[in-house]
T-cell receptor
Framework: DTAVSQTPKYLVTQMGNDKSIKCEQN?????MYWYKQDSKKFLKIMFS???????INETVPNRFSPKSPDKAHLNLHINSLELGDSAVYFC???????????FGPGTRLLVL | DAKTTQPPSMDCAEGRAANLPCNHS???????VYWYRQIHSQGPQYIIH???NNETNEMASLIITEDRKSSTLILPHATLRDTAVYYC????????????FGAGTRLTVKP
């Protein structure tokens, strides 16, 4: 009974392609997040959604767009992929914006 | 959020207590201290958090100095499965969803 799941686990694609990463949580949490972990292992927050409303948006390129069909899902769409987008992307969720965050297993994206 | 400083790596013998330090000298009064860990190829895992009092749960203990400028995470009986990178984070508890992870401490538990 996975709490926060992501698909796919690995994603290899060509520059210029458009791809999506899916995230689902079965914890009943109201807030979900996307993080990017670069090659130096720093985790940087990209987006978060609370009750289907975007509440923070770091200075990420507008090629990245989060989409939340319901509060259990927060998908990440990436248009026109670039080499620098290669990283591990983590989804997380929390009961509310101030609560402890629980992370998914990560999606390893490699852009060739 | 306040900046944190952690040693890049530490070793610990299996069965012994692992004490991981963190300096956060610029912490402000409304910032909490959080600890997460990341085992290789997995997502970050929440361990514990606190404001000023020492905290204990089933995973670890958190000792925060009286001036709150530093803290120590204690794993009382380290096992090989505790080998991971441990992140100390300070953040405002309310109205702030940002959690900036630094470089962390790579703890290696040895048999």
């Amino acid at each position: 009974d996975t709490a926060v799941s992501q698909t796919p686990k690995y994603l290899v694609t060509q520059m210029g392609n458009d791809k999506s990463i899916k995230c689902e949580q079965n914890l009943g949490h109201d807030t979900m997040y996307w993080y990017k972990q670069d090659s130096k292992k720093f985790l940087k927050i990209m987006f978060s959604y609370n009750n289907k409303e975007l509440i923070i948006n770091e200075t990420v390129p507008n090629r990245f767009s989060p989409k939340s069909p319901d509060k259990a899902h927060l998908n990440l769409h990436i248009n026109s992929l670039e080499l620098g987008d290669s990283a591990v992307y983590f989804c997380a969720s929390s009961l509310g914006p101030e609560e402890t965050q629980y992370f998914g297993p990560g999606t390893r994206l490699l852009v060739l | 959020d306040a900046k944190t400083t952690q040693p890049p790596s530490m070793d610990c013998a299996e069965g012994r207590a692992a004490n991981l330090p963190c300096n956060h000298s610029t912490i402000s009064g409304n910032e909490y201290v959080y600890w997460y860990r990341q085992i290789h190829s997995q997502g970050p895992q929440y361990i514990i958090h606190g404001l000023k009092n020492n905290e204990t749960n089933e995973m670890a203990s958190l000792i925060i100095t009286e001036d709150r400028k530093s803290s120590t995470l204690i794993l009382p009986h380290a096992t090989l499965r505790d080998t991971a990178v441990y992140y100390c984070i300070v953040r405002v508890f309310y109205n702030n969803n940002d959690m900036r992870f630094g470089a962390g401490t790579r703890l290696t538990v040895k048999p």
